[in-house]
């Protein structure tokens, strides 16, 4: 069993800046695939990035060039970078664990389904 928690959620304006990260346990931590997703009121949960086993990174449209993911194995932590925050990037933020060592280019196209495991949250709320 992998526990996924999440930090770093907050408020910001307008174009500032957060940095979320989220703390893994047990010890496949760097064979996994780990994604971030949001969850606004009323909608769908949606992926906002994710990045494979080999570090190959992938990013929803309405977060390119403005979040980067990454990892750090040996603190068994993925971290979502998230720059030129928008009201629209309001949300909960989840970070998920995926079994997989698929990284192929669609791989954005695999639904919150097939992730294996959830962290339980974090609200970031951004003001116009």
């Known amino acids: 069993q992998v526990q996924l928690v999440e930090s770093g959620g907050g408020q910001r304006q307008a174009g500032g800046s957060l940095r979320l990260s989220c703390a893994a346990s047990?010890?496949?931590?760097?064979?996994?695939?780990m994604g971030w997703f949001r969850q606004a009121p009323g909608k769908e949960r949606d992926v906002v990035a994710a990045i494979t086993w080999n570090r190959n990174t992938y990013y929803a449209d309405s977060v390119k060039g403005r979040f980067t993911i990454s990892r750090d194995n040996a603190k068994n932590t993925v971290y979502l970078q998230m720059n030129s925050l928008k009201p629209e990037d309001t949300a909960v933020y989840y970070c998920a664990a995926d079994r997989t060592y698929y990284s192929g280019s669609d791989y954005l196209e695999r639904g919150s389904d097939e992730y294996d495991y959830w962290g339980q949250g974090t609200q970031v709320t951004v003001s116009s």
């Open positions: 047990g010890r496949a931590f760097s064979s996994y695939a």
